[in-house]
């Protein structure tokens, strides 16, 4: 007898626990990007370096580890529900106090504040998302979950492209405060994946799982910093190196995230036939040759660059939530998941303000120093997955997650 499509697998209950999780990292990505990709009228008002600004995303990628840590505590004990509505409130209102920012030292507080909010949503939602989906489609499913960023920034462009120019940058965080809204349907409509535990029980302990803990968060501080080299500093570079105004900013870093989604989903099919390693290290490798269009070094080469550096550079992301949930049993999955993504991204943290600092301390061009960096975590990456990887990434078919 003829499977039915995958789309039509799930239940309604499944689907609805995905939407939910979809839609939190795609309002997850609205509020963060808008940051960037304002970064530079930022810099401007406040008068304030490009390093200062980029280094306000350190602090906020470091207390994503508390808000993820927190969330999968609180997700392993009284289900996945609760921490994924109170880290949408969460993170909508402290960007959205960006808005009323007096001065940048008040920006930083609120951004680092929202990073808490940010790490919960992940960390409760990409849980919640692959416990509920069948097994036959969980790479894909995967592949559209984390992709879903990509929509996230999408939307922030086109929102800059409207608001800024007619209200400027602060109207847009007020924006920002819409990813609250969605607590309310996801506290009656999404049903729970995981059993709601007695407070007075121990949680089961971390410790049978710590080895495959670390070398989960060393792969994901590798992935991170590819992210991070790539688009942190992207919107400086392209006003700074190549003279570029709001609208060409927005619509390159539009093509990026074109290209990320389109190489998220496709990773996240291809790992059910090629295994995961597979689809992790290929793309990471054929990203390395493009690094220079995607810089501009090569003449016209920009929008090409934008739309492979996306789908090959950091296209590996669509396999991040089928990895880490399948890596850790339901007892601490929601734990392990929200230190392992967010340790990783702790630890990538300092790639954000290196890039421009190492651009003024070097003398080079912002574009020379995102090749180096990058290309250098692209490289790494590719040969740990291959060579090292083996304790968490298997060079097989996507499996279903385990109980």
């Not at 850790?328 to 290196?354: C, K, L, N, S």
């Not at 692209?378 to 740990?384: G, S, Y």
Request: proline share 6%.
């Amino acid at each position: 007898m003829k499977e039915p499509a995958w789309w039509k697998e799930p239940s309604r209950g499944q689907w609805m626990a995905f939407t939910a999780a979809w839609l939190g990292w795609v309002l997850d990505a609205f509020d963060f990007t808008i940051y960037l990709i304002v970064a530079p009228e930022i810099a401007k008002e406040f008068g304030v370096s490009q390093t200062a600004v980029m280094g306000s995303l350190t602090l906020t990628l470091l207390l994503r580890f508390g808000g993820g840590v927190a969330a999968g505590a609180m997700a392993d004990r009284w289900g996945r529900k609760l921490p994924l509505m109170l880290s949408l409130v969460w993170f909508a209102v402290f960007d959205g106090l960006v808005a009323l920012a007096p001065s940048f030292a008040w920006v930083i507080i609120l951004r680092t504040l929202f990073g808490f909010g940010m790490g919960a949503e992940w960390t409760a939602g990409s849980t919640l998302a692959m416990e509920s989906w069948p097994a036959r489609s969980k790479g894909l499913a995967s592949g559209i979950l984390q992709g879903s960023w990509a929509i996230g920034f999408l939307l922030a462009a086109l929102a800059s492209a409207v608001v800024v120019p007619a209200f400027g940058w602060r109207a847009l965080f007020v924006v920002a405060v819409a990813p609250a809204l969605l607590a309310l349907p996801i506290r009656w409509l999404v049903p729970e994946s995981h059993p709601r535990k007695d407070a007075r029980l121990p949680l089961a302990p971390l410790a049978p799982v710590m080895g495959k803990l670390v070398s989960a968060s060393l792969l994901m501080a590798l992935g991170f910093g590819v992210y991070y080299a790539l688009t942190s500093g992207y919107a400086l570079m392209l006003a700074g190196d190549h003279g570029l105004g709001p609208s060409q900013r927005w619509s390159l870093m539009a093509v990026f995230n074109i290209g990320m989604l389109c190489g998220a989903v496709a990773t996240g099919w291809a790992a059910t036939t090629y295994g995961v390693r597979a689809v992790i290290a290929v793309p990471a490798l054929l990203a390395l040759p493009i690094l220079p269009l995607y810089v501009g070094a090569v003449p016209g080469g920009l929008g090409v660059g934008a739309f492979l550096a996306g789908a090959l550079g950091v296209g590996f992301t669509g396999v991040v939530p089928l990895v880490l949930t399948d890596l850790f049993p339901a007892a601490v999955r929601a734990r392990a998941v929200g230190i392992a993504y967010h340790a990783g991204a702790m630890v990538a943290a300092f790639v954000a303000p290196g890039i421009p600092a190492l651009a003024e301390a070097s003398g080079w061009t912002m574009g020379s120093a995102i090749v180096v960096v990058a290309g250098g975590f692209l490289a790494v990456l590719a040969t740990a997955v291959l060579v090292g990887g083996r304790a968490v990434v298997q060079n097989q078919p996507a499996s279903a997650t385990p109980a």
